[in-house]
Structures are given as C-alpha cells and as structure tokens.
C-alpha cells in the first residue's frame, strides 16, 4: 500500500529527527514524559522489544517485562513528543519478528541471547561509518 506523498509531507514535520536505532529482541529502558497538573518528570520503563509496527509517523512498539511477579506490556508510540528517549541496554539475537511467544514463560525460558558486536568503538558508530572505517583498514 503506497502512502500519498501529502501524508508523508505533512507527517513528516511531526516525526523525530533523530530516531534511535534498536531491534526486536533488545533491551530497552524506554524515558517517558509524565506531566501531572503543572510538573513535568520523567520515568524509565525497561524491558525487551518484543514487537515493531507501522511506517511513518504512527511506527509503534512494544516492550515487555517481569517484576516482582507481575508481567507487564507498554505499547509506545516511536515518534511522540512523550517519548524522550530509546536507550538500548542489551542487543539480543533472535531469529523471530514478534516475540509474543514469551509472555507465558518464567525464569530460564525467556532469556534471549545476546547479540556480540566486535569492540565497543565499533559500537558506537553508525553501521555504514564502520564499514568505511574496515574498508580503509584493510587497505
């Protein structure tokens, strides 16, 4: 289904400019705005990405986690100002799409592998900026 390039201009004024990058299967703590009367604080959500839906600037996902014997599972929408921020905590590995499988499970069975990257440098930079950098590496 093609988008109608006047919804994508005008989407594209309220979407993010800088969009962090994570997957399914990360770690995330999530930093939300709350606005209670007049005071604004922030609060953390962390758990894994169990789902990403959606193009533009209705683009969702979903996190879930366990604490103290509950589980829970917050849908956040990718570009709404009450988002502040993505920090991805972990990368993990996983060879599915959506992860809803894990919402039944306990202990062992929800563990997710974690994804390696070679060093932490490599790590800090974009995909294609390390690329260029091996490129000339080798050379």
């Known amino acids: ?3 109608s390039p006047l919804i994508v201009e005008v989407e594209s004024k309220h979407m993010k400019k800088k969009v962090p990058l994570f997957n399914i299967g990360d770690t995330v703590r999530v930093q939300t705005r709350i606005v209670e009367g007049e005071k604004e604080r922030i609060q953390a959500f ?3 990405v169990v789902a990403k839906k959606g193009c533009g600037i209705s683009e969702t996902f979903t996190v879930y986690r366990t604490a103290y ?3 829970m599972e917050r849908v956040f929408m990718l570009h709404s100002p009450r988002v502040a921020d993505v920090e991805v905590m972990r990368a993990g590995k ?3 799409a959506k992860l ?3 919402r039944g499970l306990s202990g ?3 563990k997710i ?3 390696y990257v070679g060093s932490t440098a490599a790590a800090a930079r974009p995909a294609e900026e390390v690329v260029a950098v091996a490129a000339t590496d080798n050379q």
Do not use: D, L, N
């Open 46 to 48: 962390t758990g894994t």
């Open 1 to 3: 289904m093609s988008r």
């Open 100 to 102: 809803y499988y894990i």
């Open 108 to 110: 062992k069975a929800t």
């Open 94 to 96: 996983v060879r599915r």
């Open 69 to 71: 014997g509950s589980s």
């Open 113 to 115: 592998r974690e994804q």
